[in-house]
Structures are given as structure tokens and as C-alpha cells.
């Protein structure tokens, strides 16, 4: 049995695109402008903030099954290593672009710092579908990618993780291969890698549990008890119903969860293991489940609850939708679920949101552990690594609100202002080479 893991498993980090699919970057950039003008922003700092710092573009020749050769074109864009080396995930699908891999580089930045990871951002992507490919082409695909890329990547340089429709299992076939060309075994070169290669304990649960972690903070800040509050989940995937059960065991009451089959609400609260049982036994969908009401996800995104999580995907929060929603706290666990027209809104209601650059950066935090205990060939405990996940997100959740407060801004716009002037001052600090 030559695979240990279903390359199709759907147990991936995904990270759709963001926001406005012509032009991600630029719209990536709508919230970077306003954190730029806060913070008065060196002009020439943010000529050079706005753009990847390297480009690289391969053409990839792979062996098919039948015996005929097929190129994909792979894509690896650090946006930026002032603070260290570059750490985000590669994406296999078949509308991946340039323009979408370099705003979610740029994501990575500013996410990275945000959390004080010292890494800079990165993403990679190649133009394939994994779906019409066997386990073998994956692994020819991704073998020939980390060759093409092997002066790219390192533990000290580029560091890889997993993205949409890429796993555990190709991330050990990237460690592989990159170790096959060191001459030795270099596990840190990649994280979200299987734990028996390296892999660190909690990172699947990572971005769930830091989604809990930041949502107990905002509560706190406007004096609510966990026990008090409802609490409407959009997506049931790694990380909303992580979110929803750890919600959950904190004493709210999760009165509505959805995947892409609708909304599921009831409103004496949903069991959610009960819920997470039915559907692994129902091929991963909530499709069916009779403990609760059926709602659309329009009407689950407007529901009367105190906290709403919206973790499927991004521009799920339109100008309409929140003109109609009353969570009082949103907790962005998905990439984007916020279109930038629907912000002033929100922030006129005084919602309360934590946007998904301090929300979702549980994973990458884990990521970082994964790859500090690599580089000490030492492993943690489970506890070790969710009791060091709970401080780093407090302490990120902290900085960020007092930055909004000081700015009198939006928690959105004070974690662009952390992430930025953290880069930013780096960059002074460092000087611009010569
Ligand atoms: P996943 O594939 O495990 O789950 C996605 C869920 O969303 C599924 O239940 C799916 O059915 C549902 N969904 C899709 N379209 C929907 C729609 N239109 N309405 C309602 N539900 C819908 O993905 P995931 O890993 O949980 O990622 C979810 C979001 O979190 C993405 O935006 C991703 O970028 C972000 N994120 C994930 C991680 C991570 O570690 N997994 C880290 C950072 C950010």
C-alpha cells in the first residue's frame, strides 16, 4: 500500500480566494491604504510593502498515467522576509492565479506579524485539478514543483504549508524531496506534515481553537459571560466545528451550524458532537440532520445571536447581509468572509468584529511551533502547545484592541496597523540594502 493518506482528503488548510475575485490584491490593499495613512507610512516603505519581494513562475512537466507528459504552471510568491523566513501554504486547483497568490501572500505578512510569528508571508499554487489526478501524478506534481523550487524553499529561507487541496500526505512528499536534494532529512522545510514526520500535536484543531480563544476575549471585553451567549457557525469544516465544539464545551450555546447543504438551527442549543458524528457518518455534509430546523445561510448569517462565526468562505457578509444581521461579536475564522463595502456598516451597528487576520492565525502560530520543535528536534505535549496557542492569541487579540482603541478604528484596521508598523519598523531597522 504505497499511500498512507487520502490525497483527497478533506482534512486540508484551505484559504480560498479573497475577497474580490478580478483583483484580490487590490482589495487585499483597500485595508493596508487605511493602516498605511494611520501610521503615516514611509512612501518608499510602501512602494515596496505593496509588492511580492520575489516572483517565481515554473513550468512543471509531469508523467501521466497513460505515458504522455503534461505541464502545470506553478506559482511561489514571497511577499515579503523582513522579519524571517517566508512561511505560507501552496494550493493545488484549477483557477488558481497570480494575482490571487500574491494577495494571499501578502496576508500571510501581515497575519504572521500580527500574532509576533517571525516569519514573513509567502503562498504558492499550481494550476492542476487534484481531482482528475491519481495519487502517483499528485506525487510526480509535487515532487517536480519542490525540485523546480529547490533554492526557494528551506527552513531558513521559504517554508510551505498546506492550502486548498493540499495535505498532510504532500507535504511529506515536499519533505521528502527537499531532503533528497539536501543529502539529509530537513523536516522543518515544511509544517502541517504528518506528526510522525515532524508534525506538531493540535495543529488540526489549531485555527478552531484560536477562533474559541479570540471569541472568549472579545466576549470579555463587553462584560458577557460564554454561558450567556448563543452562537450561529457558518461552515462545518476544520474550522468551524472545531470552533463550535470548543464554543461549546466553554458553555455557549450553539444554536445554528451550516456547510454548503444550508443551516441547521435549533434554538435550544445543538449537541455538537452529536453533530460532528452525524456527519462524518453522512460523507462530511450536515445534509438531513433532523435535531434542528432547516435555514438558508442567508437567514443563519442574520439570525438573533450574540456571536456569529462565519468560517466557510469568503464575501459571505455582503452590504445586504449586514445591513440585516444582530450578532453583536463576529468572529472571522474563514479568509475574507467580510466584503469591504459591508465594514462601515458593521462598525455603525457597533458589532464588535475580529477580523480574520487576528481570528484564523491559530494555524500559522501552530505552524510555528511544528517548526520550532523541528529545528530543536524536541517535541511538546498537547498541552504544551494549546496552553502556548491560548497566550500567543491573547496577547494578539490584546495588542490589536488596544491599537484599534488608540486609533479609535475598527479591530480590522488595528490589526493591519500592528501587522504593518510591526514589518514596517523591522524594515527601518534593517535599512534598505544597498
Ligand atoms: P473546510 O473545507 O474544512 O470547511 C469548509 C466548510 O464550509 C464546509 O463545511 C463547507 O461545506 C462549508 N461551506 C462551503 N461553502 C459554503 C457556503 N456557501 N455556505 C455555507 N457553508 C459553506 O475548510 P476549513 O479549513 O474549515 O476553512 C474554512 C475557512 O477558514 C477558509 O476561509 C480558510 O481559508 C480559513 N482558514 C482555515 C485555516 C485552517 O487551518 N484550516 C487556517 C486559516 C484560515
Given at each position: 500500500m504505497p499511500f498512507k493518506f487520502d490525497v483527497h482528503d478533506r482534512s486540508v488548510y484551505r484559504e480560498p480566494a479573497p475577497i474580490d475575485q478580478d483583483s484580490p490584491f487590490q482589495s487585499m490593499m483597500e485595508r493596508f491604504d487605511v493602516a498605511a495613512e494611520i501610521l503615516e507610512l514611509n512612501p518608499g516603505f510602501y512602494e515596496y510593502l505593496c509588492r511580492p519581494a520575489r516572483v517565481f513562475m515554473t513550468s512543471v512537466p509531469v508523467v501521466m498515467d497513460t505515458g504522455h507528459v503534461k505541464v502545470f504552471d506553478g506559482i511561489r510568491v514571497i511577499h515579503n522576509n523582513v522579519l524571517g523566513p517566508s512561511k505560507g501554504g501552496i494550493r493545488y486547483a484549477p483557477d488558481v492565479t497570480l494575482s490571487e497568490v500574491k494577495a494571499l501572500a501578502a496576508w500571510m505578512t501581515w497575519k504572521c506579524a500580527v500574532v509576533d510569528v517571525p516569519f514573513g508571508?509567502?503562498?504558492?499554487?499550481?494550476?492542476?485539478?487534484?481531482?482528475?489526478?491519481?495519487?502517483?501524478?499528485?506525487?510526480?506534481?509535487?515532487r517536480r514543483y519542490t525540485s523546480d523550487l529547490f533554492n526557494v524553499f528551506g527552513p531558513d529561507r521559504d517554508i510551505p504549508a498546506p492550502d486548498m487541496n493540499t495535505n498532510e500526505q504532500i507535504m511529506a512528499w515536499i519533505l521528502d524531496t527537499y531532503s533528497m536534494h539536501s543529502r539529509r532529512t530537513e523536516n522543518a522545510v515544511v509544517t502541517g506534515k504528518p506528526v510522525a514526520l515532524?508534525?506538531?500535536?493540535?495543529?488540526?484543531?489549531?485555527t478552531g481553537r484560536g477562533v474559541m480563544t479570540v471569541t472568549l476575549a472579545a466576549l470579555e471585553q463587553i462584560d458577557r459571560s460564554p454561558k450567556d451567549c448563543t452562537v450561529a457557525?457558518?461552515?462545518?469544516?476544520n474550522v468551524g466545528s472545531v470552533a463550535a465544539q470548543l464554543?461549546?464545551?466553554?458553555?455557549?450555546?450553539?444554536?445554528?451550524?451550516?456547510?454548503?447543504?444550508?443551516?441547521?438551527?435549533?434554538?435550544?442549543?445543538?449537541?455538537?458532537?452529536?453533530?460532528?458524528q452525524y456527519v462524518k457518518e453522512n460523507g462530511g455534509a450536515l445534509e438531513g440532520y433532523t435535531e434542528a430546523t432547516h435555514v438558508t445561510n442567508e437567514e443563519l448569517l442574520t439570525l438573533d445571536v450574540d456571536v456569529l462565526v462565519p468560517a466557510a468562505k469568503e464575501d459571505q457578509i455582503t452590504k445586504s447581509i449586514a445591513k440585516d444581521m444582530k450578532a453583536r461579536v463576529v468572529v472571522?475564522?474563514?479568509n475574507g468572509p467580510t466584503v469591504p463595502a459591508a465594514d462601515d456598516i458593521l462598525n455603525e451597528k457597533g458589532v464588535l468584529v475580529v477580523p480574520d487576520i487576528l481570528a484564523n492565525a491559530g494555524g500559522v502560530t501552530v505552524s510555528y511551533f511544528e517548526w520550532v520543535q523541528d529545528r530543536q528536534g524536541y517535541f511538546w505535549s498537547l498541552k504544551r502547545v494549546n496552553k502556548r496557542l491560548k497566550r500567543t492569541m491573547t496577547d494578539a487579540f490584546n495588542r490589536v484592541y488596544e491599537t484599534a482603541e488608540k486609533h479609535d478604528t475598527s479591530l480590522r484596521i488595528g490589526a493591519y496597523v500592528v501587522g504593518v508598523s510591526k514589518v514596517a519598523e523591522a524594515l527601518r531597522l534593517r535599512g534598505i540594502y544597498a
Open positions: 508571508g509567502a503562498k504558492g499554487g499550481v494550476v492542476c485539478n487534484p481531482r482528475e489526478m491519481s495519487p502517483g501524478e499528485l506525487e510526480r506534481l509535487t515532524g508534525g506538531s500535536e493540535g495543529r488540526h484543531e489549531a457557525v457558518q461552515g462545518f469544516g464554543l461549546q464545551e466553554q458553555g455557549c450555546t450553539v444554536v445554528a451550524v451550516s456547510d454548503v447543504t444550508g443551516g441547521y438551527y435549533n434554538a435550544d442549543g445543538l449537541d455538537i458532537p452529536a453533530v460532528q472571522e475564522g474563514a
